[in-house]
Structure formats: C-alpha cells, structure tokens
C-alpha cells in the first residue's frame, strides 16, 4: 500500500456511526495519497489495518497514547496542537500561572521560526546544529519544572511522554511540524457525518471507505476522479485506478550533532523578531509560518 511505502504519513481519527453504533472513521494522508477506513474501534489494532506495525518512516500524528506504539518509526507530535493548549492556557491565566505554557509557546515559535530559515536558505547547516541543541536544552529545562497548577502538571506530564517527538521536523528534511493533512483529509468526512451522519451497514462503510480514498487522493493528485470511476466501472476486469500510487523519495535526515560545548546560536535574534509577528488561533492554523 502507498501508505506503507511512504516515508512520512500523517493519521488521525474521527468519530463515526455504522448503523447507529458508535465507530471511527481513520485517515491515513501522505503528501500524494489518503486512505480511509472505518472500524468500530478507536486502538492502535484499528490503527495497523491500515498502517504497518512495523512502519519506519515518520508519523506526524497529534498526542493520542496510542500512535506512540509504533515502536519502528520515527514520530513527529503536532506543534499546532500544542501550541493552542499553551495559548488556552496562556489566555486562562489559572490562578496567576501561566509560565509554562508561556515558555512552551515561545519555544515552539522559535522551533518553526528556525524550520522557515532552513527552508528558505537562510541559516547554515552548522548553525542550524546549533539552533536544534539551543532548543533541546530549553525544552529540557522546562520539563525539568514542577508546574504551579493542576493544568500546568498535566501539560508537562504530555510533554514528558512527547519529548521525543518535537523536533522530528527540524532532524529530517520533508517532515511535516504539524498534522495539517490528517486534518484536513477528516474535514470532508466530518461534512458528511453532519449530513447523514455515517453509514447503515458495514459493507456501506467498506464502501463510502473506498470511495474517499479515490476522491481524497485524486483530489491531491489533481486528476479528474469522475474519468476514474467511469474507467472503473466500465472495465470488465478488475483494475487499480488511474493514480500515481508510487512512493515518494524517502526523507533525508539532517545529520545534527548534539555537542556539549555549542556556542550560543546566532538566529535566536532573527528567530525572536519573527516570533514577535505569530499570531497562532485556537480555531485556525493559518500565520506568518506554514503550519505544515
């Protein structure tokens, strides 16, 4: 499957109905394909009818327990995610205590900050070293908090369990900082189910599951998903759809040291600057920065 065969797939999960029960509806979205599935259960077992347990890429996935359990693969937690929880927490002001998430919020800023001048040429790759250690340390650092509220002990419990998935993005060249296309390859389903509200059958999930995929993926690939399915019906033998499911080219790594002895980085002015511009929503990812 072209999922399995990608190097960076990004899922996510919504709730569902098949026949009145309680389901979910699993999207798996790479840069050039999505597929679909229906499963009356929410688990990682749901998880890997889709997607390998023994997949190696990287998955850029939001903070639910169970991604983790992909123990071969490299993993990349949502910074959009984390970063409303931080602006909630900022905006809420929980008796007083909002430190933690305030330095949470300008460590992930400066972490896509950095991303967007590696992208655009602008930083060196000796010093985006550099910059990748400066921000491990203050992430370490502020794990290394007690927090002064309820909601602040839960928030560094999370990051504790995804510290080893927030800089993924920066350490491996197309990886994405957050899980943008899981997101939106859910919002068409997430129209549909306000409609009707999911399917009446399982074979109609096994159906409406198929169907989205072909549409999602031609839909990426900018091809005319009427000419497939009329391509499809017509044949009189089973065939693949007209699409390119072909792999794309494996990610490149970033070959980043972790020095004891790193000099102080000479982005963080630039990176505080463009930090200062972020206008982060809790209900949009649209910024300054691409959120991808």
């Known amino acids: 499957m072209v999922v399995n065969a990608s190097p960076t797939v990004a899922p996510d999960e919504t709730g569902w109905k098949v026949g009145g029960w309680p389901a979910w509806l699993w999207v798996f979205a790479t840069a050039s394909a999505t597929a679909y599935s229906v499963d009356h259960k929410r688990s990682y077992d749901a998880a890997t009818k889709v997607l390998s347990a023994d997949y190696a890429g990287v998955i850029t996935r939001d903070g639910w ?54 992208d655009d040429g602008e930083i060196a790759l000796a010093d985006l070293e550099v910059a ?10 502020l ?53 009707w509200g999911g399917n009446r059958t399982d074979a109609g999930a096994r159906t409406h599951e198929r169907l989205m995929s072909l549409l999602r993926t031609a839909a990426q690939q900018k091809a005319d998903a009427l000419e497939i399915l009329v391509e499809l019906i017509r044949s009189p033998v ?14 490149l790594r970033i070959n980043l040291g ?35």
Not at 132 to 141: C, G, K, T
Request: positive net charge.
């Open 132 to 141: 990748v250690v400066d921000l491990e340390a203050r992430f370490e650092a």
């Open 143 to 195: 794990l290394a908090r007690r927090g002064h509220t309820e909601q602040n002990r839960r928030l560094l419990k999370h990051l504790r369990n995804e510290s080893g998935a927030l800089f993924s993005f920066l350490r491996h060249d197309g990886v994405d900082a957050t899980n943008y296309r899981a997101e939106q390859g859910v919002r068409p389903a997430v129209v549909n189910r306000k409609v």
């Open 258 to 292: 972790r020095g004891a002895n790193q000099s102080p980085s000479p982005w963080r002015p630039l990176a505080k600057r463009w930090s200062n511009q972020v206008a982060f929503s809790k209900n949009s990812f649209t910024h300054p920065f691409r959120m991808s």
């Open 238 to 251: 089973p065939m693949v759809a007209a699409l390119n499911l072909a792999p794309r080219a494996p990610y």
């Open 65 to 118: 327990a169970p991604y983790r359990k992909f123990a071969h693969a490299t993993h990349q937690t949502c910074l959009a995610h984390l970063v409303r929880r931080a602006t909630g927490l900022i905006e809420t002001k929980a008796r007083g205590y909002s430190t933690v998430p305030t330095i949470l919020k300008e460590i992930l800023t400066d972490a896509l900050a950095l991303r967007d001048a590696r």
